[in-house]
């Protein structure tokens, strides 16, 4: 699915191939977004190889399912989401269970796609509220 940023991207379901571009958003916009926040030897130790077993197996598996936004054939971003996780809601609500983007693509409305693109989905599959 195409959407509409500055510049040129497309929002699409992650494959295996995208475990270890996923796995590195994740650490990189960890290290710049909590840099003032976690302390320095917890972020320096988060590992992207391990992180991207982890993806392969989460997307291989299809739960919970994840986008990614690819600009220039690159993962500038991902969002997981799927039915809610928690147990006192209504079973038509839905989670976004997480979203990053790379913090090269920060301000760029690549977020903004994912989440518009995870909604669209979960509204399809008949969810009426999303909780993040």
Known sequence: MK???SFEHEIRPATTAD????ATVHVDTWRVAYKDIVPGGYLAALDAVAGAQRW????MVGTPPVFVAIV???????I?????????????C???EAVYV???FWKRGIGTALMNAASERLHAEGYSTVTL
């Open 19 to 22: 475990a270890k571009a996923i």
């Open 94 to 96: 839905a989670e976004i």
């Open 56 to 59: 392969l197996r989460t997307v």
């Open 3 to 5: 959407t509409t940023s």
């Open 72 to 78: 220039s054939d690159s993962v500038a971003g991902w």
């Open 102 to 104: 790379a913090p090269s």
């Open 80 to 92: 997981a989401f799927g039915p809610s996780r928690d147990h006192d809601v209504d079973p038509h």
